[in-house]
Structure formats: structure tokens, C-alpha cells
């Protein structure tokens, strides 16, 4: 076996060891319910279990990052399947962190699914080594990366423990409007999450079935001589396309359900030779979260949150809030390092500049804002319990989109990152 398959053999044992964990964390949640002999020990027993299952996974993780470093020759964070990766195991670090300072067992049933889907969607992307480009040819990319990683994977654990906190004191049997308000606010972020798993086992299904699909689209553009240039690339879809390209023609595409070709055509206004396919995941993914969340409502027959709740009886919301809080509290100082400092000096090196407006700096900016202002409400205007669970639940959307979504919707000079 060479180094590069030993690292994917690695990384499946991470994998399967994460979601092993959070499985022994639920029961050891839930199962305190039918423990009648002694409840507590239960929990004690259980909340072990999952956490050398976690502390066993993140060492298989480990081994997993300096195979695959010493195959590439370079620190494995320079991609989107690399840094994703790197990102699951700072999670599943900050989580061992923060369990080791307040024991709760609960927060491995929140925490370590997170960490499980972002390692699940960094599989969708090539696993393939590539060499770097000459702009990632820098110490830096250690030095910044693996902070900014490391902060981030703090905000994944106070966003679960906001999450865990909306869980236990939203009222799912009040009428007022305020309840029907919050219960609608958990409920989305429950169906966003189910729409990433849903994605992810979306594109799972499609690959084993070796799905695949390609247009030919041709570009017209005008030089500064008013002379049309046209040019013709190829669109690879690997979901069946609901919206094929604008101005673009079939070139090969498998049936799916009866359907030979594609419903629709993205609009002329989305710009990029992707801007079809991005169109074509987006509905994709809201159609499998759709179709994933109304099975579980109707196995279920309630609101998701309301069949999670019970498991959060007897967990003291001001616990949650407080782990939350300390959990975004180390997370900052390590971001304004890591996504600001440290990517400011690594701009000026590369680039001559220490600021540029680059959509990924303006994204990381309105990420270290939000955080100030999660903080600055936090100590001074007194915003605990709803309101800053609220905000660390919204922020830690926002560090997603500024990881994935910039890099793959937004052309910049981080657009390398979404290859």
C-alpha cells in the first residue's frame, strides 16, 4: 500500500470512528431515559465511550494528515477536499478540548455530527493530490490555514452548543407569535442541515452509479477592437441537469427518470462558465433536503426539534450558553490571528499589498465583525441566553459561506481553493 492510499485508509477510519462516537453520545443522552439503575453512571459510562472514540478517531485523522503531507510534499489544507478535512479534525480537537473543561456528554451529540458532515462533504470534492500553485508556495499557508482552521473549529462547537440551548428552551407547544417565531427559526436551520446531508449522499449516489453529463457552451467576447472572439469549453455535471448552461448544447447525458435533456436553462445574466452547474447543484441540494426533511416529518408526524427536545431535559440552559460563549471566546483571538493577521502578512509577501478587497478578505472581514459585535453584545448589552445562542448559530453560517461558498461561487484570488 503507497502513502497516498494509506492516508484515504486513515481517513475512512476517522470517519467511521466520528460517526461511531456520536452514536455512543446519543445513547449515552438518551439512553439515561431507560437506565433505571442508575442514570447517571450511564451518561458517565457512554460519555467515555464516545469520547475515546472521538480521541481515537482524531489520532486516525492525524495519521491520515502527515501520510497524505509526506505524498504531497506540502501541507495537505491547500484545497477545498484538503481543507475541509483539516477543518473535521480541528472540530473534533476543539470538541475534546471543550468537553475535557465541562464534562457534558451532550455536546458530543450535537458537536460531533457537525464534524461528520463537513468531513462527508469534503469527500464530494477530487480527492486527487495536486501540486501548488506558486501563490501557495509559502510558510505562511501553515501557518495562516491551520489557525484560521483551528479558530473556526471553536465557532463549530459554540454553534452546537447554541443550537443545543435554542433546543431546550424553545416552547413547541406555545401559540404566542414569539414562539411560532423561534420554532420556524430552529426548524430552518434543522432543514439547512438536513439539506448538506442530503446533498452529500446526493452526490454519493450519482457517483457510485457513474452519473455523468456534458455540454459544449460557446462564449462570445468582444475585444478592446470591437472584434467578437469566440471560444468553446466544456460543462461536466456528475448530477443529472435540471439546468443545463446558457447558450450551450448537449454533448453526452445519461437518462435520469424518463428526462433526455434538461428542463430549463440557467438565465444569460449568471455569468461564468459554471454558473449552470452551480444553479444545477443548488436545486439538487434543496430538493434532496426537501424530500430528506419531510420523511423525517412524517416519521416523526412533529417538528424535528420538537422530537429532539426531550434529550435535552435536564441539561441547564445556562450551562450551554456558557459553553457556547467560552467556545466562541477562544475561538476569536485564534481567527483575528490566523484570518486577519496572519493572511494580511501572507498578502503582502505574495501580492505587495496587505489589502486588496479580495472577496475572500472582505468575507473574513464580515466574519471577524459579526464575532466582535457577537462579543461586544455579549459583555456589554448583557446578551445571553436566546439572543447570543441566536448569534452564535447565524455566525457560524456565516464562517461556512466564507469557507465554501466564496470559493466556489465568487471569482477571486482564493478561487484556486475550490478546485
Known amino acids: 500500500m503507497n502513502t497516498e492510499s494509506l492516508s484515504g485508509t486513515f481517513l475512512l477510519i476517522a470517519f ?13 443522552v438518551t439512553g439515561k431515559k431507560w437506565s433505571s439503575r442508575d442514570p447517571e453512571r450511564h451518561l458517565k459510562r457512554w460519555g467515555r465511550g464516545g469520547l475515546v472514540l472521538t480521541i481515537v478517531g482524531f489520532a486516525s485523522q492525524l495519521g491520515y494528515f502527515f501520510t497524505r503531507w509526506y505524498a504531497a510534499g506540502h501541507i495537505p489544507v491547500s484545497n477545498m477536499f484538503e481543507f475541509l478535512t483539516f477543518l473535521s479534525m480541528m472540530i473534533a480537537l476543539a470538541f475534546v478540548i471543550v468537553y475535557a473543561i465541562y464534562r457534558v456528554a451532550v455536546l ?6 457537525v464534524c461528520v458532515i463537513i468531513l462527508a462533504y469534503a469527500l464530494v470534492f477530487p480527492p486527487d493530490i495536486q501540486p501548488l500553485i ?12 491551520t489557525t484560521a482552521a483551528f479558530s473556526e473549529a471553536f465557532f463549530a462547537v459554540g454553534f452546537a452548543a447554541g443550537l443545543m ?7 413547541f407547544k406555545g401559540t404566542s407569535k414569539a414562539d411560532r417565531r423561534e420554532r420556524r427559526g430552529v426548524e430552518v436551520v434543522i432543514f439547512v442541515v ?4 442530503a446533498f452529500v449522499v446526493t452526490s454519493f449516489v450519482f457517483k457510485g452509479i457513474g452519473y455523468e453529463a456534458k455540454f459544449k457552451q460557446e462564449i462570445t467576447k468582444i475585444d478592446q477592437n470591437g472584434k467578437e472572439n469566440v471560444t468553446t469549453s466544456t460543462v461536466d455535471y456528475v448530477l443529472p441537469p435540471i439546468v443545463k448552461p446558457y447558450n450551450s448544447t448537449v454533448e453526452t447525458m445519461k437518462p435520469f427518470l424518463g428526462m433526455e435533456e434538461p428542463l430549463f436553462t440557467s438565465p444569460s445574466w449568471m455569468n461564468g462558465i459554471n454558473a449552470g452547474r452551480k444553479l444545477n447543484t443548488f436545486l439538487w441540494s434543496l430538493i434532496a433536503g426537501l424530500i430528506l426533511y419531510g420523511l423525517v416529518r412524517l416519521i416523526l408526524r412533529k ?15 445556562e450551562d450551554l450558553d456558557e459553553i457556547s460563549y467560552r467556545a466562541i471566546a477562544i475561538g ?6 490566523g484570518a486577519l493577521i496572519f493572511a494580511m502578512i501572507w498578502a503582502h509577501e505574495a501580492w505587495g499589498r496587505f489589502w486588496g478587497w479580495d472577496p475572500k478578505e472582505v468575507w473574513a472581514l464580515i466574519t471577524w465583525l459579526y464575532y466582535t459585535a457577537y462579543l461586544h453584545f455579549r459583555l456589554s448589552r448583557g446578551w445571553q441566553g436566546r439572543k447570543s445562542a441566536w448569534m452564535a448559530v447565524i455566525g457560524f453560517v456565516v464562517v461556512m459561506f466564507t469557507n465554501v461558498g466564496v470559493n466556489l461561487i465568487i471569482a477571486g484570488l482564493h478561487s484556486y481553493a475550490g478546485v
Open 332 to 337: 476569536f483571538p485564534l481567527f483575528t490571528l
Open 108 to 113: 458530543g451529540m450535537f458537536a460531533m455530527p
Open 134 to 145: 506558486p501563490a501557495l508556495q509559502s510558510y505562511w499557508l501553515k501557518i495562516h490555514v
Open 165 to 171: 440551548y435554542l433546543l431546550r428552551v424553545v416552547n
Open 194 to 197: 438536513f439539506t448538506v446531508v
Open 16 to 28: 467511521i470512528l466520528y460517526t461511531l462516537s456520536f452514536i455512543v453520545f446519543g445513547i449515552a
Open 303 to 317: 417538528q424535528v426539534g420538537a422530537a429532539i427536545q426531550p434529550a435535552m431535559n435536564g441539561m441547564d440552559p
